[in-house]
């Protein structure tokens, strides 16, 4: 089964940006559709980011400002995010799917443990 570790998280002041990647080991990396999810402090866990061979698809609380993108040779999967808000403050996650445009927790498989964004007002 593949493996995901997450870099990339820190502390930015509001209206910076950060890129977060996700490093996959294990077969058929190029099979998997990727997502990306946060979860924040007593909430749930929500989707942001997927991508699949169809394209990518966001969240509407990121859209225009977080951009996921994807590197086979590299077996990594990124997500840039810019114009952070405070609101964005959250453990990141990726995770892998078999499921075309998976957006619910329960359609990803493999999770990685996540990396902190912490946004500053």
């Known amino acids: 089964q593949v493996q995901l570790v997450e870099s990339g998280g820190g502390l930015v002041q509001a209206g910076g940006s950060l890129r977060l990647s996700c490093e996959a080991s294990?077969?058929?990396?190029?099979?998997?559709?990727m997502g990306w999810f946060r979860q924040a402090p007593g909430m749930e866990r929500t989707f942001v980011a997927g991508?699949?061979?169809?394209?990518?698809y966001y969240g509407d609380s990121v859209k225009g400002r977080f951009t996921i993108s994807r590197d086979n040779a590299k077996n990594t999967v990124y997500l840039q995010m810019n114009s952070l808000k405070p609101e964005d403050t959250a453990v990141y996650s990726c995770?892998?799917?078999?499921?075309?445009?998976?957006?619910?927790?329960?359609?990803?498989?493999?999770w990685g443990q996540g990396t902190q964004v912490t946004v500053s007002s």
């Open positions: 995770a892998t799917s078999g499921k075309t445009s998976a957006r619910r927790p329960y359609e990803y498989d493999a």
């Open positions: 294990g077969p058929s990396f190029s099979r998997y559709i």
């Open positions: 991508w699949s061979i169809a394209g990518s």
